[in-house]
């Protein structure tokens, strides 16, 4: 079992940046593939980037595309999502997910555990 705690989320300005950290503890963090999925009050929970246990492959919602890049470092059981060039519409509880897998999914009923979320909120 792995425990995920988010942080970094907040109140930023439309064209701002926020870094947003996901800690793990338990298990072996590099075991895991890992996700980060947003969701909006009335919405439903969305996919934003995933990346493999390795580190080796990724992936983007294309709205986030070239806005937002999910990385890790497995030595600190951490991962990360850089966001930049944020707009009023990626207001949203951020979640990130763990999976008991090599690979990475963009569903998130195929993750296993969840942290708790972090806001982020962009005004503009």
């Known amino acids: 079992q792995v425990q995920l705690v988010e942080s970094g989320g907040g109140l930023v300005q439309a064209g701002g940046s926020l870094r947003l950290s996901c800690a793990a503890s338990?298990?072996?963090?590099?075991?895991?593939?890992m996700g980060w999925f947003r969701q909006a009050p009335g919405e439903e929970r969305d996919f934003v980037a995933a990346?493999?246990?390795?580190?080796?492959?990724?992936d983007h919602a294309d709205s986030v595309k070239g806005r937002f890049t999910i990385s890790r470092d497995n030595a600190k059981n951490t991962a990360y999502l850089q966001t930049n060039s944020l707009k009023p519409e990626d207001t949203a509880v951020y979640y990130c997910?763990?999976?008991?897998?090599?690979?990475?999914?963009?569903?998130?009923?195929?993750?296993?555990?969840w942290g708790q979320g972090t806001q982020v909120t962009v005004s503009s």
């Open positions: 338990g298990r072996a963090f590099s075991v895991y593939a």
């Open positions: 997910a763990a999976r008991q897998s090599f690979t990475m999914r963009a569903v998130y009923r195929e993750y296993d555990y």
């Open positions: 990346i493999s246990a390795s580190g080796g492959s990724t």
